[in-house]
């Protein structure tokens, strides 16, 4: 007889099917989501919770750690901690890792994905062909994208790897972040406002959270030029949605690429009705090669964790 696992792990929501297996095959594995009844069940049973795994779009909430006095790691399955309050993880000293540099690659790939595909209209197009409208009508002229300047919020590793890209595009980059790095080859400017006005692709890349909540708001979309898209690759709650749609509907901007949404998965059907707005399900990070390495740090820090090592993508 196989012995059961002594060390105890709570899933706050699925994550890919080879880190759960994983998981499975060295701890003993609760899926918190699959309880109907969470708060009776944390209560009967949080106390055996010795390490808590999680996505960076849903956390987990201090009403659930309240219930695990023994947790000592958040392992995150992303990189935004924005949805686990940190100041109380630092109170009881319990650690959080994230899945740094696993995905930097691949967000900032996808935000030039959006970025291409609103300008150059790649979704329109294809709509266009398949409808067989291309049989009867001419298409319409797009945006040009090299030369033109990108205007980037949030200059952390996907900020730059954005800039990055945006180089090879040959385009003037401009940023705003809490500093300005004077290593950076970029124009700097002190904030959102400024930034917006300097932008023909306002890029979101910022943490999301309470520093960033509803930032990019009305007044931002009114800085913009008339014909700057609005690209968001880190989180939905950093645009005033509202704002945003109200926007789009004044034309005071002329397009968006979104993966993220203040309320996901549910999307406003303002924005789905919207022709110039390209629309993907949060999956900057989902390509099978980012989810792999994503997969494995989260179980390298549980195993150390349970091993008494120390922690290596610790970020608390
Ligand atoms: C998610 C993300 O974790 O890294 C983040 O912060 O938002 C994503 O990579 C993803 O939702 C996992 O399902």
Redesign the pocket.
């Known amino acids: 007889i196989m012995s059961q696992p002594t060390q105890h792990v709570l899933l706050i929501a699925p ?1 890919m099917d080879a880190l759960q297996q994983q998981l499975d095959t060295h701890y003993t594995v609760h899926r918190l989501y699959q309880h109907s009844d969470a708060v009776a069940w944390l209560a009967d049973n949080g106390a055996q919770i010795g390490a808590v795994v999680t ?4 956390g987990v909430t201090t009403a659930v750690l309240e219930n695990l006095p023994q947790v000592g790691v958040i392992a ?5 901690t924005d949805a686990v309050d940190l100041e109380y993880a630092r109170r009881r000293d319990i650690a959080v890792t ?2 740094a540099g696993a ?1 930097t690659d691949d967000v900032a790939d996808l935000a030039f994905g959006l970025l291409l595909s609103s300008a150059r209209q790649l979704c329109q197009g294809d709509r266009f062909v398949r409808e067989g409208r291309w049989l009867k009508e001419s298409s319409a002229l797009a945006t040009q994208v090299s030369c033109k300047r990108i205007g980037i919020f949030g200059m952390g590793n996907i900020g730059r790897a954005i800039a990055r890209r945006a180089s090879g595009f040959d385009m003037e980059i401009y940023y705003t972040d809490r500093k300005v790095d004077s290593s950076l080859p970029y124009h700097w400017c002190e904030d959102v406002l400024s930034l917006a006005s300097n932008s023909d692709f306002f890029i979101v890349a910022v943490s999301g959270g309470k520093a960033s909540y509803g930032i990019v708001n009305r007044q931002v979309f009114e800085a913009l030029p008339k014909h700057a898209l609005v690209i968001n690759i880190a ?1 939905g709650s950093i645009i005033n949605e509202q704002d945003l749609i109200t926007a789009l509907q004044n034309g005071d901007i002329s397009g968006a690429g979104l993966d ?1 949404f203040a309320n996901e998965p549910n999307v406003p059907s303002a924005l789905i009705e919207m022709d110039n707005v390209v629309l993907q399900p ?1 999956v ?3 390509t099978h090669e980012t989810r792999q390495r ?1 997969s494995n740090i989260v179980f390298e820090n549980v195993q150390a964790y349970f091993n008494g090592q120390i922690l290596p993508h610790r970020m608390n």
Do not use: E
């Open positions: 994550v996505r960076g779009d849903i995150i399955f992303g990189v935004g994230i899945t995905l989180r993220v949060h900057a990070s989902a994503m």
